[in-house]
């Protein structure tokens, strides 16, 4: 049975970061509502996300993916912005604007987040990986 495997260490780092991300974004809808601000982010799914993929259920893994697809739609997009921009980017932390920088950094931040984003893609759909998810 599927529930009696061991969860591979890579599985379980990619898991623990989908908890990290959604626990964070729920944190930064709380302090949002504290101020008297309502804003739903659908990245708050972080948290159950990582229970599926402890789980290994394949929807939620699905939906791992799609987000992870999403991530290396936009690195590029972003790292063009960053080199082309002229106006500062702003930064947020738990939805608070805590400051801008020089369009640059945008690109220099979405390579690393790039080769994440692509790391945690490879992990879901290793060979070994994937056959968990798909174990009968």
């Known amino acids: 049975m599927k529930d009696h495997q061991p969860i591979p260490i890579a599985l379980q780092v990619v898991a623990a970061l989908f908890l ?3 626990v964070g974004t729920l944190v930064g809808m709380l302090v949002l509502l504290a101020s008297g601000s309502v804003r739903i982010d659908f ?3 972080g948290i159950p ?3 599926g993929l402890r789980r290994f259920s394949i929807g939620w893994r699905t939906f791992a993916l799609v987000c992870i697809w999403f991530g290396l739609i936009i690195c590029p997009v972003a790292f063009l912005f ?3 921009g ?3 980017t702003h930064f947020k932390l738990f939805g608070i604007r805590m400051g801008q920088v020089a369009p640059i950094w945008l690109s220099v931040a979405s390579v690393p987040m ?3 984003e692509l790391w945690q893609y490879r992990v879901l759909t290793r060979p070994d990986i994937r056959a968990l998810f798909f174990a009968a």
Request: hydrophobic fraction near 60%; proline fraction near 6%.
């Open 43 to 45: 990245w708050v799914l």
């Open 82 to 84: 960053g080199l082309f």
């Open 20 to 22: 990290i991300n959604g």
């Open 49 to 51: 996300t990582f229970f």
């Open 86 to 88: 002229s106006t500062p």
């Open 114 to 116: 790039f080769l994440f």
